[in-house]
């Protein structure tokens, strides 16, 4: 079975601090595929990124990053420089590939993430 | 035109009505999903249909009765509802990996149906 912990409920933090949101997963699947979603206060969930198994490069985009570690089963993700934009619930998900082909995901709780102007 | 689209945003409904959601998607996609999102719950996906065709049904009660009559739209159909029913339904869309397209895993959501059951 798999399983996405965001242990972090909510976070509140002041703008243009740093911050980093913790995602831990769990799966038997030797080749899964680790997912951030952004949910703003529209509902819709907006895709971050994807990360499969077997590439644990870290990975930069603008002021995201994410940092995946297989040793400890975490995918975290960390924002610079907090914009009040970044307002937000953030899942984290983790999918293996059903038998007919479609990714299903495991989300998260989610994380809501406050950014105080 | 956006992506997905869901109508409507909101719904209250009583226990003995009967109600749909619809869901439409212009991305050319052939793989549709409904998840339910409730309060400090993940999201539970409920049905999934790919070319139109149901292949996933997570255990969902049949109060929930999904439709989908071409990959571009997707319903779902309300009865005898409770009031631990109310939740946000999201509906999503993605490139089906067994047809053979370029899957990046990539699921496309709508803003969600607010559901209030009284």
Same mark, same amino acid.
């Given at each position: 079975a798999q399983?996405?912990?965001?242990a972090?409920t909510?976070?509140?933090?002041?703008?243009? +601090? &740093?911050v980093?949101? &913790?995602?831990?997963y +769990?799966t038997? &699947?030797?080749t899964?595929y680790?997912?951030?979603?952004?949910q703003?206060?529209s509902g819709e969930l907006?895709?971050?990124?994807?990360?499969?198994?077997?590439d644990e490069?870290? +990975?930069? *985009?603008?002021?995201?990053?994410w940092?995946?570690?297989? *040793?400890?089963?975490s995918?975290n993700?960390?924002?610079?420089? *907090?914009?009040v934009?970044? *307002?937000a619930v953030?899942?984290?998900?983790?999918s293996?590939?059903s038998?007919? @082909?479609?990714?299903k995901?495991?989300? @998260?709780?989610?994380?809501r993430?406050?950014?105080?102007? | 035109e956006?992506g997905?689209?869901?109508?409507p945003?909101?719904?209250?409904?009583?226990?003995t009505? %009967?109600?749909s959601?619809? =869901?439409?998607?212009?991305l050319?996609?052939? !793989?549709m999903?409904?998840y339910? #999102?409730? !309060?400090? %719950?993940p999201?539970?996906l409920?049905?999934?249909?790919?070319?139109?065709?149901?292949v996933?049904?997570?255990?969902?009660?049949?109060?929930?009765?999904?439709e =989908?009559?071409? $990959?571009?739209?997707?319903?779902?159909?309300?009865?005898?509802?409770?009031?631990?029913d $109310?939740?946000?339904y999201? =509906? !999503? $869309?993605s #490139?089906?990996?067994?047809?053979?397209?370029?899957?990046?895993?990539?699921?496309?959501?709508?803003?969600?149906?607010r559901?209030?059951?009284?």
């Amino acid at each position: 079975a798999q399983k996405v912990t965001q242990a972090q409920t909510e976070i509140s933090v002041v703008e243009k +601090e &740093d911050v980093t949101l &913790d995602c831990v997963y +769990e799966t038997r &699947d030797t080749t899964y595929y680790l997912f951030w979603y952004k949910q703003p206060p529209s509902g819709e969930l907006v895709f971050l990124i994807r990360r499969n198994s077997f590439d644990e490069q870290n +990975e930069i *985009s603008g002021r995201y990053s994410w940092n995946f570690q297989k *040793s400890t089963s975490s995918f975290n993700f960390t924002i610079t420089a *907090s914009q009040v934009v970044d *307002s937000a619930v953030y899942f984290c998900a983790l999918s293996g590939v059903s038998n007919f @082909g479609n990714e299903k995901l495991t989300f @998260g709780t989610g994380t809501r993430l406050t950014i105080i102007p | 035109e956006t992506g997905v689209t869901q109508t409507p945003r909101h719904l209250v409904m009583g226990m003995t009505n %009967k109600k749909s959601l619809k =869901c439409e998607q212009h991305l050319g996609h052939n !793989a549709m999903y409904w998840y339910k #999102q409730s !309060a400090k %719950k993940p999201l539970e996906l409920m049905f999934v249909y790919s070319l139109e065709e149901r292949v996933e049904n997570n255990s969902v009660p049949s109060r929930f009765s999904p439709e =989908c009559p071409n $990959s571009s739209h997707l319903f779902l159909h309300l009865h005898t509802l409770q009031p631990e029913d $109310s939740a946000l339904y999201l =509906c !999503a $869309s993605s #490139q089906d990996l067994a047809s053979g397209g370029t899957n990046t895993g990539e699921l496309f959501f709508g803003e969600g149906s607010r559901l209030t059951v009284l």
